[in-house]
């Protein structure tokens, strides 16, 4: 078989592969989707408690839920988007965690209670 000949039958295989069907949704979808659940949850939550609440008047809360990684929510200075985080609230099916510059504060501890119940389905404040 000449080159040309097996380039075109190496060709004709990645073209034959291409169109065939997926066999379903890609690994992790279900995972990413059960994660944006999870975060959608901790920020209506948060929403409702942290933004009237004095302890966080300096923050605001920048969702990321339609990312194809890993869901996360932002707590900024607020009324300052483009500023660095304060805190990313990370999320996987049924938990949240957060890191950043929050997590040495007095409020630490708030908010890891805080978006432990809301992920695992609890409400309230």
């Given amino acids: 078989m000449n080159k040309f000949s097996l380039t075109v039958v190496l060709v004709s295989g990645f073209l ?3 169109c065939s069907p997926s066999s379903g949704p890609a690994s992790g979808t ?3 989707s059960q994660a944006v659940s999870t975060l959608q949850r901790v920020n209506s939550q948060a929403h409702v408690c942290w ?4 302890e966080f008047k300096e923050f605001g809360i920048v969702p990321e839920l339609d990312t194809t990684s890993t869901p996360r929510l932002l707590i900024i200075p607020r009324g300052k988007p483009q500023s660095l985080p304060k805190a990313v609230i990370v999320a996987s099916a049924n938990n949240a965690q957060f890191y950043g510059p929050l997590s040495t504060t007095p409020l630490a501890s708030r908010i890891n209670g805080d978006i432990s119940r809301w992920a695992s389905g609890g409400t309230g404040c």
């Fill in 16 to 18: 034959a592969s291409a």
């Fill in 30 to 32: 279900s995972s990413n």
């Fill in 51 to 54: 933004l009237k609440d004095n």
